[in-house]
């Protein structure tokens, strides 16, 4: 795309929100630049380094998967066939001039009633974000709102840097720093993500999630305890500090402390811009004010913050300096100082009626949608309409935007509120192409005459819709929220228009065209698949690293320790496993190790045993791991993306923190198990059975993380979890020798990681041991336990060796869950 820059963008309307009503410090005066024409924000004194972000022409665009396709063009066809009806039957509105009938409309603004225009289902694509401006600077709060599904998130992703690497979307448009465009790496440092849900260890105190954090992103170690007590401060938590997090079975701290303990965790790389999805949700009245209060306080310090919303009370919309408005289908709607919003639709005859909550009335106003909205049959398409349809038209040149006004005031007038806030739209991208327009952003009034039929609409008498019936109640619903006249009275509006573009002068000036040659992706939609060439564009690079490697590793096993020890509920029930599994186990089969009459039973039943004494250490650890893990997954992704730690260093520190908790247990089973069963009296003996069970414990723990890393739903892994230790222990030799299993598997006995284990501790016992006459045979003599190893038909290495053997599989299945992480790793769409 050529790239046009944001940060020449004038604004709508000037507005100061020095003093608020509050008293609260807001900001100081601002220097005569693009962004003081709001009036807002202005930089203050911070301990960040300042930063405008701005973004020009953002799209984003959902390639349908087939069967969509399919169904939307079979939408599209229906509507097309109807539209012709309609029109046959002379049904169109007469201001249709054209323009309806399921048309392609102009602009791609158009979104049917099932959320595509005729379009976009005929092209299979939906538009999620269509050309959205603007920019925000340090000392800022903007907050992102519109009706649900609007692509609020979206596009907070898209500013973030943070949509996440797919073939399934092309995304266009240009985001810049400081006027500059961004590098990836770079960027990352310089914001923090605040995601919608909190991802945080419940068993971790507030201290120590943030110490942890700066641990892992503070340049210097000497800073963690300073930028700690700093960040507690800020966001108002010093008193929960000690607490526990807790979670929704465990009380912790309450919902907004929490809320601000994930904002703060995000801030301890002090980055000059933060965004935060949806960071009141979930929370009640009192928390979310807090939270908003605490944004303002963090732009107040320096930062820009950039916020979606849904429906903010008035106390928190008090709070935003700016307000970007998506419609739905990702159109804006108002883009400029929060404070003027309610001034600007007013002056589009869309007042906000006494004693209601801003917020809620201009979500209202863009939530509602008439029966059949543009791009359905016999409405009227912006540019279309006979009202607009004689204005002049010069391409190119500053009437664009005095065109745009005009529309805007024919649209109030046709009472059309699609129309309404599309053109008003125009007018904005008008004004914000014009390079010039920065002096002159003034509205004037242009006085426009309501036709009886507006009027009627207006008043949502019941009588007139634009759809031609259906949907009535919306319509009426608008109607006596804006409280106008009585149907069939004309009524004269003073309608605000663009007057901005009669001052408005020289090159830049007009609407922007889309752009030849421009890096506007290429969408191709073939048969069998769908490819986006601006989505390979993606950032597959670990984003860079604060602190060394040696730093990440020691703070994260310190973190992995800490937590290893606070997990009591798992920790008991291990110790019960422990316990109760070896204490069954021993008393069950008491002293059956000891014996040397060399039965059969008896050399069967010691090799049964240690099989199941195996398989017991494996699944605990297997499904141990493999469950608990996807949790931890969340926050390895939202560390990795933020740059905290490489995932070397991640897993490593994990194998050693759980190792020492396995070897804890897994001794405590050894002990009980060993002397119980009586097994070879000797302590090199017992040191090599617990070294076996302890290895099996790290094979389990690699083979529930490998899979828990592969597969992201904890369900498929439940699912996915007795196969993987099954499938080894079929072919271990616990169940059968290799000679009685088909010939085309035997080699599954080779690599099979139950079957050196299984060897290690046969072998471990049987070795060196004489029975007094043959097991298998009424002949006298004296047989090994070399010999009776035949029952199994083991491997021939020696128990070291199939230890080792464990082991290597174990850290060759680390490698894996290291390869797969990192190829799983947060991988962002940097295209625009
Ligand atoms: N990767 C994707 N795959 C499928 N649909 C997507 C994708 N990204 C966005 N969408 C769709 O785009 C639309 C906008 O989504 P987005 O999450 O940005 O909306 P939102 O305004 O934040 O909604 P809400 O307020 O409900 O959270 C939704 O209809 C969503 O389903």
Redesign the pocket.
């Known amino acids: 795309m050529a790239e046009s820059d944001a940060s020449s963008i004038p604004l709508s309307s000037p507005s100061s929100k020095l003093d608020s009503p509050d008293g609260r410090a807001r900001h100081a005066p601002s220097p005569p630049d693009a962004l003081s024409s709001f009036g807002v924000g202005a930089p203050r004194a911070s301990s960040v380094a300042g930063v405008t972000l701005s973004w020009s022409d953002l799209t984003y665009t959902?390639l349908l998967p087939a069967a969509e396709r399919r169904a939307a063009a079979r939408a599209a066809a229906a509507r097309d066939a109807a539209a012709g009806t309609a029109a046959e039957a002379g049904d169109s509105p007469p201001a249709s001039g054209g323009g309806g009938g399921g048309g392609e409309p102009p602009d791609g603004g158009a979104v049917g009633v099932d959320?595509l225009d005729a379009a976009e289902a005929r092209a299979g694509v939906r538009h999620?974000l269509r050309g959205v401006s603007g920019r925000v600077g340090s000392g800022q709060v903007l907050a992102i709102m519109?009706?649900?599904?609007?692509?609020?998130?979206?596009?907070l992703n898209l500013l973030a840097g943070r949509v996440a690497k797919?073939r399934?979307?092309v995304a266009g448009g240009v985001v810049r720093v400081d006027g500059g465009r961004r590098e990836p790496g770079a960027f990352r440092r310089l914001a923090a993500y605040v995601a919608q849900d909190d991802v945080l260890f419940s068993e971790l105190t507030v201290r120590e999630h943030i110490a942890f954090a700066a641990g892992l992103r503070v340049a210097s170690g000497a800073d963690v305890a300073p930028t700690t007590a700093a960040l507690l401060a800020e966001l108002r938590l010093t008193h929960v500090a000690d607490s526990r997090v807790g979670s929704p079975l465990v009380r912790g701290v309450s919902g907004g402390e929490r809320k601000r303990t994930a904002i703060a965790v995000e801030l301890v790389a002090a980055p000059p811009l933060v965004f935060l999805d949806?960071p009141t949700s979930a929370l009640d009245a009192a928390n979310a004010l807090v939270v908003a209060d605490r944004l303002a306080a963090l732009a107040a310090g320096g930062r820009a913050v950039v916020t979606?919303i849904?429906q903010p009370r008035s106390d928190i919309f008090d709070r935003f300096d700016l307000l970007l408005l998506?419609a739905r289908g990702g159109s804006v709607a108002y883009w400029g100082p929060a404070a003027d919003v309610v001034t600007y639709f007013a002056g589009l005859s869309l007042p906000c009626p006494e004693r209601v909550n801003p917020a809620d009335f201009i979500i209202d106003l863009v939530s509602v949608r008439p029966p059949g909205a543009v791009g359905a049959p016999g409405l009227p398409s912006l540019g279309s309409s006979a009202a607009t349809a004689a204005l002049p038209r010069r391409a190119g040149t500053a009437d664009a935007a005095a065109l745009a006004a005009a529309e805007v005031a024919a649209a109030a007038a046709a009472a059309d509120l699609t129309l309404i806030l599309k053109a008003a739209r125009v007018q904005q991208l008008a004004l914000a192409a014009n390079p010039d327009g920065a002096a002159s952003p003034t509205m004037a009034t242009t006085e426009v005459t309501m036709s009886p039929t507006a009027a009627a609409l207006a008043d949502g008498d019941g009588v007139l819709s634009p759809g031609g019936g259906a949907g009535l109640g919306a319509w009426a619903a608008m109607g006596r929220l804006l409280g106008r006249p009585a149907a069939g009275s004309a009524v004269k509006r003073r309608v605000r228009t663009g007057a901005a573009a009669a001052t408005t002068t020289g090159a830049g000036g007009g609407v922007p065209a889309p752009r030849a040659g421009s890096s506007s992706p290429t969408v191709t939609l073939s048969r069998h698949r769908v490819r986006s060439e601006a989505s390979d564009d993606v950032s597959a690079e670990e984003p860079d690293i604060l602190v060394p490697w040696g730093r990440q590793f020691g703070t994260l096993l310190r973190r992995s320790a800490l937590l290893n020890v606070r997990e009591r509920t798992f920790n008991r029930s291990r110790l019960v496993q422990a316990l109760f599994v070896s204490s069954f186990v021993g008393i069950t089969f008491y002293m059956a190790g000891a014996s040397r009459t060399g039965s059969l039973d008896d050399v069967v039943i010691v090799g049964n045993v240690l099989g199941m004494v195996i398989v017991s250490q494996l699944m605990t650890a297997t499904t141990g791991l493999s469950l608990s893990f996807p949790a931890e997954r969340a926050m390895v992704l939202r560390e990795r993306a933020n740059g905290s730690y490489g995932v070397s260093a991640y897993i490593l520190s994990k194998t050693l923190a759980e190792s020492a908790r396995n070897a804890v247990f897994s001794l405590l089973y050894s002990i009980i198990v060993y002397f119980l069963l009586g097994l070879k009296p000797s302590v090199v003996n017992f040191g090599l059975f617990a070294a076996t069970l302890l290895a099996t414990s790290l094979m389990g723990e690699s083979v529930g993380l490998v899979t828990a890393t592969a597969v992201s739903s904890v369900k498929a892994v439940a699912v996915l979890m007795p196969m993987v230790v099954c499938l080894p222990l079929l072919y271990s030799g616990i169940l059968l020798p290799p000679s009685d299993t088909p010939v085309f598997f035997r080699w599954a006995f080779k690599v099979s990681y139950v079957s050196y284990a299984f060897a290690a501790v046969l072998k471990n016992q049987f070795n060196g041991l004489l029975f007094e006459r043959p097991p298998f045979s009424f002949s006298a003599g004296v047989m090994t336990g070399e010999q009776a190893l035949g029952v199994w038909q083991v491997n021939t290495l020696s128990v070291g060796a199939c230890v080792g053997v464990v082991c290597a599989q174990a850290l060759a299945l680390r490698l894996v869950a290291y390869a797969v992480l990192r190829q799983r790793g947060p991988r962002f769409d940097v295209s625009v």
């Open positions: 959902l959320g999620v519109g009706p649900s599904g609007c692509g609020k998130t979206t596009l797919a399934t979307h949806e979606t849904h998506l």
